[in-house]
């Protein structure tokens, strides 16, 4: 009988993959897709087999698998990952891996922090910590909370979280239930240009701006499809809850899969949706899970940041939608409040198409406060308590003060360590300065070292208000007002207020990012979607807020012209291409490093460079697709250095 060849994936860092052989009484149509273990240098692996090779002269002795088990993709799946390697510049064992549930992987020790939530601790000071540690602790200052799911989709792995655990830095709680408060109410409606039965397949940006009525469209979409062949890739955990809640109330098969559930849990949810189709609800790692008949996928919340995946292949949720769209034949809807500039852009183009014809946003009453100083602030914020009754404030940090500084002569408090700014915190009715990265404690100094101008605080914090608000109002008071973060508006939990109260946003132009202003805009907007009467924003950018505001409208579309125009003319994404490479050094000095990665890759613009003692960044510019080349070639001959590691990244979120 003759022999079967299979092309097998191993999870390694390395672009090759690999022939054995299999049992040739196998059926050779349910071959490819399915797991193997295999022998691989003298260890045992898993794979995937990704196609079945002719026979030929091999000019090396093929082995046999140890036992080809579970299917886990089907043959569009291994397709669409071969494109995503190859666009990603990702070795295609990798890649693979990224997408596999737990059950799949060869290691499948009971992970200790599946669904645990992780907090950063307050009042600690961070010492001795490595580069990864210190970019894992400026990801926790962006938000409030973040899930295991989270921290490993931005590519940290479990030895550095457990390290920052074990130095007492975090915090472990259990993670969010399936069920949370929230003010949801199913409306059967359709007010959008596309109806149900008519979606074509293309891909639809959906710019709804009220998260409630996109999940009303959703359900009524899956009404008509009878509750069949739908996926909705969400960007939490805490959503996927309350999502799975929701569409659970109408429909029989409705499937929750991310990476906070167990082992087995996961795998249940796969197989049965891979033989029964129904509604598929998960987060980033459910996208290439094969739900039976699919029909439409949706990316809601598209604009989040969590879609550009840190985890190798470091790949964009968007671009992996587009290749799913082109291979599976199924219409793509991306959505959210405001679209990205990326999805903008597209619009333009005619490459997605608009699902609703115009995205108008209402403001009843606008009250713009120039930000004066704390004291009056806070007492204005107390009257509007007292006033309304009913009042959310938006507070988009937890420290007590964003910044101190001098108005005279401009000096500002920062760290001795590491060069970040300091933020003014308060404990037992002391003040304390505190790095904002390293977490460095200094004494409070009320008068300008430079100077001996008395010094300003700039920059509210949710610490503040609260112990301000609970301080200065009577106890009856506190049930009429809520203190959130801006990141908690996008999780259908916070419910409609009176008046909307938004502190300070203007902390974000603050910081060398070439999104600043994109990023300004959403937190001046959003908060519209949980306001029902009266929206006051302290800031004191009023006219870059009134520029797109008019006769009570926020002018959405004229601002991501705005912005697009600026990007065109600085020649910035998403009008160039961009690839970032890190190489982190033992032994070898970075400034040999330079010349050698200038010498090999002379034939691109080099937009930005970066050396350190250990450790060299650059990212490049480049044009064609067959540049990639030069990148791969690269990382083929730096891996064998054991003294090197090399990190690709595509299209990077930031540089």
Known sequence: MEELFVEVAVPVALYDTFIYKIPSNLNQNDVVGR??????????????????????????????????????????????????????ISPIGLTVDYFVPD???????KDPFLGKVFYLKKDVELKNLTDKQLKLIDLFLESDYLSYEEIKE???????????????????????????????????????DKPYNSLENKIYLFDEFY?????????????RLKGKGIHIILPSVELCNIYYTEFSKFFKDVYLYNDQLNVKEQWNVWKNAMEESGILIGTVSSILLPLKDLKILIVEEEDSKVYKVKRTPKFDVKRLAYFIHKEKKIPVILSSSIPSVEAFLSLKKKQVLPLTKENIVNI???KIMPHKNLNEDLHILKQI?????????????????????????????????????????????????????????????????????KLSEEGFGKEKIEKFLKKSLPESYWNNFKVVSSLELKTLTVGKYQTVVNVYPDFLLEFPDFRSWEFFFRKITLPLTVCKENYIIFTNQEKEVMKFIENGKV???????????????????PFIKTIKLEILTKKIKTNLIDEYVLSHFKSLKVIKKQLSENKVVYVF???????????????????????????????????
Not at 103 to 109: A, D, L, M, S, T
Not at 395 to 405: A, D, H, I, P, R
Not at 628 to 654: D, G, H, Q, R, T
């Open 154 to 192: 931005q590519g940290f792995d479990k030895k550095t979280l457990n390290s920052l655990i074990k130095k007492g830095y975090l915090e472990v709680k259990d993670g969010f239930p399936v069920l949370k408060d929230y003010s949801y109410v199913y409306q059967e409606i359709q007010t959008y």
């Open 364 to 366: 009843k009453n606008l």
């Open 555 to 573: 002018k959405i579309k004229e601002f991501l012209e705005e912005e697009l125009k600026r990007r065109k003319k600085m020649r910035l994404p």
């Open 35 to 88: 797991k193997v273990k295999v022998p691989f240098k003298s260890t045992k692996h898993y794979g995937i087999i990704l196609d079945i090779k002719p026979p030929e002269n091999f000019k090396y002795q093929i082995k046999n698998v140890f036992s080809v088990e579970e299917k886990v993709f089907t043959e569009k799946e291994i397709k669409i990952l071969k494109k995503l390697s190859e666009f990603y």
């Open 621 to 655: 510019e480049y044009e064609k697709e067959e540049e990639k080349n030069l990148f791969k070639e690269f990382y083929i001959k730096i891996s064998k250095n054991k003294n090197l590691k090399v990190s690709i990244e595509v299209n990077p979120a930031n540089f």
């Open 211 to 223: 998260p409630e009525k996109r999940l009303n469209y959703y359900i009524n979409l899956a009404k």
């Open 385 to 453: 308590v007292l006033r309304d009754r009913e009042v959310l404030i938006v507070s988009n940090k937890g420290y007590y003060s964003g910044m101190l500084f001098c108005e005279r002569c401009g000096w500002q408090a920062n760290c001795l360590k590491c060069g970040f700014h300091l933020r003014v915190h308060l404990e037992n009715g002391k003040k304390y300065l505190q790095c904002g990265r390293c977490k460095a404690k200094y004494e409070y100094v009320s008068d300008c070292p430079d100077c001996g101008f």
């Open 103 to 109: 059950k799949i992987r060869e290691k499948n020790i």
